[in-house]
């Protein structure tokens, strides 16, 4: 460590907000340089190394070739895919000194597609699946949380290309099966759920979270394996399927509800339970106002209005608008007489004597009923998924639980290969589209992801197969640096062993090789030079061992 480039800090830096961030930098395995770009020092880009590695051996095993692609990619290719205009400005752009325009590609479909259209005529070339390691740009509008969200970050993205879909289907499936391998074999506890594809696009794709309580998105996850993002979760209620009357129905009512507006409020002035209620928002969209009804117990997911009305973008609307549609103000509103389209979950159908707004100001209105006092222009899932529902595969209660995205695979079908002319002739002598699928890890992602699951107060917690080194070994003090060489020697011919020789005080060293989080660490301290033991302990337990140096190398386990 006397000659190792590796600074540490005993701060926090300001401006990181997350652990991983935080440990990071503290850990000397990162600087900044600019707004979401860093660097990796020495110790950071060998846990780097480590993950490459592992994802390298799993993906050639699964018959994937490495290749190199250009960072530079022409603004004509991405005209021929239609990306350019579309991917907006996450694309880095320049132009060169001819002015030619270009991006710093953020993904290699255009590229790798033009290969393999330009190099692949016949069914008998195929499948080909290939995939490189490469630093990849993204203008982020936000870029935070370190190398988590940066806009350069190291990934590794690959490609396959098939003759029909049964084929592709199998490509897909190789490379799902290498990412769980990848990611067990680095130690990390993920889940595997269907997700958006987002703009890649495609038939259909999974991500793999990280589990971590900072992981940005929200999964559900059953004990049956099933798993989704929970905006996309399939799930019932805690009681099953909404059922259809069971109460008498009541005749409408109005009723004077002076100055209550939230669902709380009201079913507090009214004493009626929340899930009684019909929330019914009013959305501005590029396609008109229209409202979404949920039950007073849910929540609404935006997302999946979204998808259901078709928009393009929707707003919670101003008070006016509200009042313009609807007749009353916000806090109002109700599903009767609605003069603009209505989309409500499934489950407010089934509530029976509703209560919602009368659309008139300190007006509700109760027992509520459809189809008898509204109508709605589409029902379905538009709640959230919330702690309670169930699994629809094996009716067993989903869990929420937050991730961070490492991996993506995606089914992409023909999308960039009919839009760019990748075609190939087939056995049947006819020319057809190549299928494509294509798979991410963002490797220096793994890395944050890996802390974030894996620390304490004091630092960082390796995993084993991706920690920087595997043993800290501490000497501390200046007499026993022949013991020490000794062992460094002998450890070396097995581990990976730091050796901290530096001239610093007992407590830097131990609070360094915490911060560092080496699986074991090794002192040679107060119990050696008493009675020549060293102090052998586990960064992850805590556990301490003192072992006579004779023999360490076999001793201890990592
Ligand atoms: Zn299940």
Same mark, same amino acid.
């Given at each position: 460590?006397?000659?190792?480039?590796?600074?540490?800090?005993?701060?926090?830096?300001?401006?990181?907000?997350?652990?991983?961030?935080?440990?990071?930098?503290?850990?000397?395995?990162?600087?900044?340089?600019?707004?979401?770009?860093?660097?990796?020092?020495?110790?950071?880009?060998?846990?780097?190394?480590?993950?490459?590695?592992?994802?390298?051996?799993?993906?050639?095993?699964?018959?994937?070739?490495?290749?190199?692609?250009?960072?530079?990619?022409?603004?004509?290719?991405?005209?021929?895919?239609?990306?350019?205009?579309?991917?907006?400005?996450?694309?880095?752009?320049?132009?060169?000194?001819?002015?030619?325009?270009?991006?710093?590609?953020?993904?290699?479909?255009?590229?790798?597609?033009?290969?393999?259209?330009?190099?692949?005529?016949?069914?008998?070339?195929?499948?080909?699946?290939?995939?490189?390691?490469?630093?990849?740009?993204?203008?982020?509008?936000?870029?935070?949380?370190?190398?988590?969200?940066?806009?350069?970050?190291?990934?590794?993205?690959?490609?396959?290309?098939?003759?029909?879909?049964?084929?592709?289907?199998?490509?897909?499936?190789?490379?799902?099966?290498?990412?769980?391998?990848?990611?067990?074999?680095?130690?990390?506890?993920?889940?595997?759920?269907?997700?958006?594809?987002?703009?890649?696009?495609?038939?259909?794709?999974?991500?793999?979270?990280?589990?971590?309580?900072?992981?940005? #998105?929200? !999964?559900?996850?059953?004990?049956? @394996?099933?798993?989704?993002? &929970?905006?996309?979760? +399939?799930? /019932?209620? =805690?009681?099953?399927?909404?059922?259809?009357?069971?109460?008498?129905?009541?005749?409408?009512?109005?009723?004077?509800?002076?100055?209550?507006?939230?669902?709380?409020?009201?079913?507090?002035?009214?004493?009626?339970?929340?899930?009684?209620?019909?929330?019914?928002?009013?959305?501005?969209?590029?396609?008109?106002?229209?409202?979404?009804?949920?039950?007073?117990?849910?929540?609404?997911?935006?997302?999946?209005?979204?998808?259901?009305?078709?928009?393009?973008?929707?707003?919670?609307?101003?008070? #006016?608008? !509200?009042?313009?549609?609807?007749? @009353?103000?916000?806090?109002? &509103?109700?599903?009767? +007489?609605? /003069?603009? =389209?209505?989309?409500?979950?499934?489950?407010?159908?089934?509530?029976?004597?509703?209560?919602?707004?009368?659309?008139?100001?300190?007006?509700?209105?109760?027992?509520?009923?459809?189809?008898?006092?509204?109508?709605?222009?589409?029902?379905?899932?538009?709640?959230?998924?919330?702690?309670?529902?169930?699994?629809?595969?094996?009716?067993?209660?989903?869990?929420?639980?937050?991730?961070?995205?490492?991996?993506?695979?995606?089914?992409?079908?023909?999308?960039?290969?009919?839009?760019?002319?990748?075609?190939? !002739?087939?056995?049947?002598?006819?020319?057809?589209?190549?299928?494509?699928?294509?798979? +991410?890890?963002?490797?220096?992602?793994?890395?944050?992801?890996?802390?974030?699951?894996?620390?304490?107060?004091?630092?960082?917690?390796?995993?084993?197969?991706?920690?920087?080194?595997?043993?800290?070994?501490?000497?501390?003090?200046?007499?026993?640096?022949?013991?020490?060489?000794?062992?460094?020697?002998?450890?070396?011919?097995?581990?990976?062993?730091?050796?901290?020789?530096?001239?610093?005080?007992?407590?830097?060293?131990?609070?360094?090789?915490?911060?560092?989080?080496?699986?074991?660490?090794?002192?040679?301290?107060?119990?050696?030079?008493?009675?020549?033991?060293?102090?052998?302990?586990?960064?992850?337990?805590?556990?301490?061992?003192?072992?006579?140096?004779?023999?360490?190398?076999?001793?201890?386990?990592?």
């Amino acid at each position: 460590m006397s000659e190792y480039f590796l600074p540490t800090l005993k701060e926090d830096p300001r401006e990181a907000e997350i652990p991983s961030h935080k440990l990071m930098i503290r850990s000397g395995m990162i600087r900044k340089l600019a707004s979401g770009v860093y660097e990796f020092l020495p110790l950071g880009w060998r846990t780097v190394r480590k993950i490459e590695e592992i994802i390298r051996e799993e993906l050639d095993a699964a018959g994937a070739q490495e290749i190199v692609m250009s960072a530079m990619q022409p603004r004509s290719l991405w005209e021929e895919s239609g990306r350019w205009d579309l991917y907006g400005p996450e694309l880095m752009r320049l132009k060169d000194r001819g002015g030619r325009e270009f991006c710093l590609g953020p993904t290699h479909e255009e590229v790798v597609t033009k290969i393999v259209s330009e190099n692949v005529r016949s069914y008998k070339q195929l499948p080909v699946t290939l995939y490189q390691f490469q630093m990849k740009f993204r203008d982020e509008i936000r870029p935070r949380f370190g190398v988590m969200r940066a806009r350069e970050f190291y990934m590794k993205d690959s490609y396959s290309f098939d003759a029909d879909l049964e084929g592709c289907r199998s490509s897909y499936d190789l490379h799902f099966k290498a990412y769980k391998r990848i990611f067990e074999r680095c130690g990390l506890e993920f889940a595997v759920v269907e997700a958006d594809t987002g703009n890649i696009g495609g038939e259909f794709s999974h991500e793999f979270m990280v589990l971590a309580s900072t992981g940005e #998105e929200e !999964v559900a996850v059953c004990s049956c @394996g099933y798993g989704a993002s &929970s905006s996309m979760a +399939g799930f /019932k209620g =805690p009681e099953g399927e909404p059922g259809f009357p069971e109460e008498e129905e009541k005749p409408l009512q109005e009723v004077h509800t002076p100055g209550v507006t939230t669902v709380q409020e009201v079913s507090g002035f009214l004493s009626e339970k929340p899930r009684k209620f019909i929330k019914t928002l009013i959305f501005d969209s590029d396609k008109g106002p229209v409202a979404a009804l949920v039950r007073g117990d849910h929540e609404l997911c935006q997302d999946k209005l979204l998808s259901a009305s078709g928009a393009k973008w929707l707003n919670l609307a101003e008070p #006016e608008t !509200v009042k313009a549609v609807t007749g @009353g103000p916000p806090g109002f &509103s109700g599903p009767c +007489g609605a /003069k603009i =389209p209505v989309f409500a979950d499934e489950e407010v159908l089934a509530v029976q004597n509703a209560v919602s707004g009368a659309g008139k100001k300190d007006y509700h209105l109760i027992n509520i009923n459809f189809p008898r006092d509204y109508t709605v222009s589409w029902k379905g899932r538009l709640r959230k998924l919330q702690q309670g529902d169930l699994c629809l595969k094996c009716g067993g209660e989903l869990k929420i639980m937050r991730g961070i995205e490492v991996g993506h695979t995606f089914l992409l079908g023909t999308k960039y290969s009919s839009a760019m002319g990748a075609r190939f !002739v087939d056995k049947d002598g006819r020319e057809k589209d190549m299928i494509m699928g294509c798979y +991410g890890i963002g490797v220096t992602r793994v890395a944050a992801a890996t802390i974030e699951q894996n620390h304490d107060s004091d630092g960082i917690i390796w995993p084993a197969a991706i920690a920087p080194f595997e043993i800290s070994l501490i000497q501390l003090s200046g007499d026993t640096e022949d013991i020490c060489r000794s062992l460094y020697e002998k450890l070396s011919e097995k581990y990976e062993v730091l050796w901290d020789d530096r001239d610093e005080s007992p407590g830097v060293k131990f609070k360094d090789a915490q911060l560092l989080g080496l699986p074991v660490q090794i002192i040679v301290g107060k119990s050696y030079m008493k009675d020549g033991k060293l102090e052998v302990v586990c960064r992850r337990s805590g556990k301490k061992e003192y072992l006579s140096p004779e023999g360490i190398e076999e001793k201890i386990s990592i």
